[in-house]
């Protein structure tokens, strides 16, 4: 009996193995591809930052103007860094949950080439003055079929991975990444063609635009976190997930409220007066999935403080979760039509909802992801302990700085704004302080994602000390056996001692 369950336990490190090998070079692309765009994001935030508080900084120079430079960084952030983040854990994920090989990498990582030409085009395009002013959306309008063909590339695999995989459980994680994998194109082909192919009203126009950001937030970039919190919190700690009843109401919850937000950008419009407010109501209620999720997450999580405290994969993904929360309040907070919207729907408030969704959220559970992933997929142990928590402080210190300075300058704006017997300039002034410490908190955020880029870049070139079994950071934390019958690896955190399995 013991030896039929070991030779099972071969078997599945094997197919583990074989997974992990067929999937290293577009995993490791896309995310040492993305880390690039990120610090390349983060240095044109610090311009259009220290623009707002200095406009004549850099002001010789027609490329780096404000209404140039800051569609570009949030452009990089979203294409650059988010999506092919989102790309390497869907990939990777859907493969070891599905129990595939993968069979295209190739194709996969021309796709991905493809992709990142397409960030760049567009990138030229807008600091040359040739966006199409329309937030998320600036990119020339010759680039979103280019992504369209790109996405369809990468995920397509994902696909057929998951209809070809053996029969039995499927997994939460599968849930929300077949639902993002579905949802991206509906909303990426339905709003591309009816702003560049079948334009209409201006004013609509704008109500489209608003749909899209909401809809990428919480359709796609939400969807993806999740699968992958759900994946790590039960296979680090090797217990199962809290509540999968939990888990299906959360799921269904944002597949319901999701795609109705959006249209409270608009208050005040001249457009169907209920518009406004079902949207503001769809945000505010993203509060119930979004508790569901970090309950179901956290008590899954911190039911093993041990592994916690050495695990930088759950260390990230825990802070991530964390934002998760704070952007279900800020959905709350930011959407009161009676109170602060008003206040907010113009002002620096928006910018900070945008940026503790896609960095205070999104982008620490890809962090948590990239250091579960990465050693794995090489073979190899991460450098650096020091680096890693280098990482760690410096975003989390500088990101709830940008976030929470841009919440509140931006309501401190929206009262100025409000005082229309006051000059323009009271509003200004008010946001003035807010826009150095934002400035400030981007400087240290880039100076870690520094080092994680040359981090990532060296473990993609297997500088990284061999090792045939994951490691922690240190050695008295324990594990069980994973959860659903999957593998209970636990997490390679860096140099130190090297766990059984």
Not at 115 to 138: A, C, K, R
Not at 267 to 273: D, E, S, T, V
Not at 451 to 479: Q, Y
Request: glycine share 10%; with cysteine; net charge positive.
């Amino acid at each position: 009996m013991s030896s039929a369950i070991q030779n099972s336990s071969d078997q599945d490190a094997l197919l583990r193995a074989g997974i992990d090998r067929s999937l290293r070079h577009p995993v490791m692309f896309f995310m040492t591809s993305g880390a690039a765009w990120l610090a390349v994001s983060i240095v044109l935030g610090i311009i259009a930052s220290a623009k707002v508080h200095s406009p004549g900084f850099m002001s010789g120079c027609a490329w780096l103007d404000y209404g140039r430079v800051f569609p570009s960084h949030i452009n990089a952030l979203i294409y650059g860094w988010g999506f092919q983040a989102a790309f390497a854990v869907i990939i990777w994920l859907m493969a070891r949950l599905s129990r595939k090989e993968c069979t295209s990498a190739g194709i996969i990582l021309t796709a991905g080439h493809i992709w990142n030409l397409g960030v760049s085009l567009g990138l030229v395009g807008i600091l040359s003055g040739n966006g199409t002013g329309m937030p998320w959306m600036e990119f020339p309008s010759f680039v979103w079929p280019v992504f369209l063909v790109s996405y369809t590339a990468i995920v397509i695999g994902s696909f057929i991975q998951f209809r070809v995989r053996p029969e039995g459980h499927v997994y939460i994680s599968q849930w929300y990444l077949l639902a993002a994998m579905v949802w991206f194109p509906w909303v990426f082909i339905t709003a591309n063609t009816l702003l560049h192919c079948i334009p209409g009203h201006p004013l609509m126009a704008a109500g489209i635009n608003a749909w899209y950001r909401s809809a990428l937030v919480f359709l796609f970039f939400t969807p993806v976190a999740l699968a992958a919190a759900y994946y790590l919190a039960p296979k680090v700690t090797g217990r199962p997930v809290f509540s999968y009843s939990l888990a299906k109401l959360g799921f269904w919850s944002l597949a319901i409220i999701g795609p109705w937000a959006g249209m409270q950008k608009l208050m005040g419009a001249p457009i169907p007066f209920f518009l406004p407010y079902v949207g503001a109501a769809a945000t505010v209620l993203f509060f119930v999935p979004a508790v569901c999720a970090a309950v179901n997450i956290l008590r899954t999580t911190l039911s093993s403080p041990a592994v916690v405290a050495s695990s930088p994969s759950l260390r990230f993904m825990i802070t991530g979760i964390g934002g998760l929360i704070l952007l279900g309040l800020a959905a709350v907070w930011l959407n009161l039509p009676g109170s602060t919207l008003p206040l907010t729907q113009f002002s620096l408030s928006g910018y900070g909802f945008e940026i503790l969704a896609i960095y205070g959220f999104f982008s620490f559970v890809m962090f948590g992801s990239v250091y579960f992933i990465v050693p794995r997929v090489t073979g190899r142990e991460w450098l650096s302990r020091r680096l890693i928590k280098i990482h760690f402080l410096f975003s989390v210190y500088g990101i709830i700085t940008v976030a929470a300075v841009a919440l509140f300058g931006g309501l401190q704006q929206g009262i100025g704004q409000e005082e229309w017997q006051q000059p323009w300039q009271g509003a200004a002034t008010r946001a003035y302080p807010y826009a150095v410490a934002t400035t400030i908190a981007w400087c240290f955020i880039l100076f870690s994602n520094v080092f994680f880029f040359i981090h990532l870049a060296l473990m993609w070139l297997r500088l990284g000390r061999r090792s045939l079994h994951p490691t922690l950071l240190v050695s008295d934390a324990h594990h069980g056996p994973g959860p659903h019958g999957e593998e209970g690896d636990i997490d390679n955190a860096g140099p130190g001692h090297a766990a059984a399995h």
